[in-house]
């Protein structure tokens, strides 16, 4: 993962949230950190759980602003955590920008790159500190194993607390599960290849339907940040999100229909799974009702786009 992130040291862990926490626990008491408003819906819930009760001050904030990012740093800020594309709504954020605004201000930048996986991006390169995949996803591939990679550009103090938040406090994977990422290490880049092929088509296809108020996909012309994905992203991904003609209803009577895409959560693996993000989140979440969250497959594009072409109709 090191060699794939083009970092120093990387570290595995249980999870991709015992990643996240690991980097979390490298802060310390008094420090501030800036995470996007939208983003990973745990990572936030992390952060209110245990930063505030560790004295670690959070401000939550639009992240494809720059000018928001500028406002929001404080003389206390640590770190800025960055994703991209979000999950669900696929906001670009601008990782070299951000990295160019922070330069020698002893602030470090963490992106979790999990959707682009190291294959379409890698945000070190990009002016990153450490990159967190939920190794659940795209580096399993299966949907058959939790874990989660911080890779560190630098082995240095701050990767030394990561390191002991993995081994002391126990986030460690269990020897089968290292096995299972390491497995799907070696088809990651065909499994990216294909899907993102097959994502390309679906996106298109679904853009130009009639019952598709909007399809949210960075490869799409149209994109808020189609132009900043093409300059960091090999090529756009495999996940995009659908707002269904119609409220939550007709989005849910959607996934019912849908025979190749199982509706359930998590992402990232061979097989295409759809779901319905605002019943996942919950009443208070700010997700559209009518959008639906897509991840694109290995199976044939002519398939999956037959799938929906039925579903809808
Ligand atoms: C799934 C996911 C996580 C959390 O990973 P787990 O392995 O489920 O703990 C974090 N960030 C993103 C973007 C994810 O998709």
Avoid at 161 to 178: E, H, R
Avoid at 221 to 241: F, N, P
């Amino acid at each position: 993962m090191a060699i794939l992130e083009k970092g120093q040291v990387a570290f595995a862990f249980s999870s991709g949230m015992a990643a996240t926490n690991a980097i979390f626990q490298g802060l310390q008491a008094g420090n501030h950190i800036i995470i996007p408003s939208d983003g990973f819906y745990s990572t936030t819930d992390l952060a209110n759980e245990f930063l505030y009760k560790w004295g670690i001050e959070v401000s939550r904030i639009e992240m494809t602003d720059l000018n928001s990012v500028k406002k929001a740093i404080r003389p206390n800020t640590a770190l800025i955590w960055i994703e991209t594309p979000s999950n669900p709504t696929l906001k670009i954020t601008d990782i070299a920008a951000i990295a160019d605004l922070v330069r020698g201000k002893g602030i470090k930048i963490a992106v979790d790159n999990t959707w682009p996986s190291p294959i379409l991006c890698n945000p070190l390169e990009l002016g990153a500190d450490f990159v967190m995949h939920s190794a659940t996803k795209y580096i399993g591939g299966h949907g058959d194993v939790t874990g989660g990679i911080v890779v560190c550009k630098a082995a240095d103090d701050f990767s030394e607390k990561i390191f002991k938040a993995q081994t002391l406090a126990g986030a460690v994977p269990s020897p089968f599960d290292c096995w299972l990422m390491n497995r799907g290490i070696k088809t990651l880049a065909l499994r990216v290849k294909q899907q993102t092929e097959n994502a390309v088509k679906l996106a298109d296809y679904l853009a130009s339907h009639s019952k598709v108020e909007l399809v949210l996909y960075p490869g799409l012309v149209s994109h808020r940040g189609h132009e900043i994905a093409k300059r960091q992203m090999a090529d756009y991904g495999a996940m995009l999100s659908v707002q269904i003609d119609g409220n939550a209803k007709n989005a849910l009577a959607v996934t019912g229909k849908l025979k190749l895409f199982t509706a359930a959560t998590s992402l990232g693996g061979v097989e295409s799974l759809v779901e319905h993000r605002k019943s996942i989140e919950g009443e208070n979440s700010p997700t559209p009702g009518n959008l639906l969250r897509v991840s694109v497959g290995i199976e044939s594009a002519d398939d999956l786009i037959r799938d929906w072409e039925q579903a809808l109709g």
